[in-house]
């Protein structure tokens, strides 16, 4: 990828206004679903009154599977398997798990640009960037939502997703976000048909042959993020 066209992904999201710079959060410890979105709920709250600022929280779930808004009953094949947790985020059915990296993304958009499908865009960049730190080649689709790799190993056609993304926008706030598969149990993903694509499979950095661990995953999402958003700033503790 040359350079022209590395910078040709990164649309400019930068806060428009004088604003803070966004509060990053590290999570260790596995987070239950439901306690997250109450969180985030809360916190897009007090963003959109003007009495707290921007947040990224990164952390990881139990097993479980999220249907959002769009989703279809016939799309989940195994209900017993792990909890399923009804989402206000747009897409399908998705999985969450322990070597996965969830960054749950609140920002003020009347900050930044209010326009939801550049803000969609501005996502899947950060992870097509994010991704091209090891040299992996991430696109994004006209007709699904997410990033893309190509397989060339199991086929000509054949390509999976490696990162899944949903949102939802509250007075012009944003939260849920993304999950970019560092090294779950791609097993998992086989109780759903993930974002109602049957034909294509899922992959993750690991099973792409990148021996990663999370606090680096990290560190690259954090630096792509600052290219495509700003600033950021560890949270207080």
């Not at 209900?79 to 985020?89: D, I």
């Amino acid at each position: 990828m040359s350079a022209v066209d590395r910078e040709a992904l990164l649309p400019d999201f930068h806060p428009r206004i004088d604003t803070p710079p966004v509060e990053w959060v590290v999570t260790d410890e596995p987070v239950g679903y439901e306690e997250s979105v109450a969180e985030m709920e809360a916190r897009v709250e007090r963003i959109a009154a003007g009495t707290a600022g921007e947040r990224v929280w990164l952390l990881e779930h139990p097993p479980l599977y999220t249907a959002g808004t769009s989703a279809r009953p016939e799309d989940l094949l195994a209900p017993e398997r792990f909890p399923v947790h009804r989402s206000g985020r747009g897409g399908q059915y998705t999985y969450h798990g322990p070597g996965q990296r969830v960054a749950y993304v609140m920002l003020d958009l009347r900050r930044r640009q209010q326009d939801v499908r550049a803000f969609i865009a501005a996502l899947e960049a950060w992870v097509i960037a994010s991704l091209w730190h090891y040299h992996i080649r991430g696109e994004r689709r006209e007709d699904r939502v997410g990033v893309w790799v190509r397989r060339p190993d199991k086929g000509t056609e054949v390509e999976d997703k490696i990162a899944a993304i949903g949102i939802r926008v509250r007075r012009w706030v944003t939260f849920h976000g993304i999950s970019l598969n560092v090294d779950p149990d791609l097993e998992h993903f086989s109780g759903i048909i993930p974002c109602g694509v049957a034909r294509h499979g899922v992959t993750s950095l690991v099973d792409l042959g990148i021996p990663v661990s999370m606090a680096e995953s990290d560190m690259v999402l954090r630096a792509a993020f600052e290219d495509l958003f700003g600033p950021t700033r560890d949270a207080a503790r």
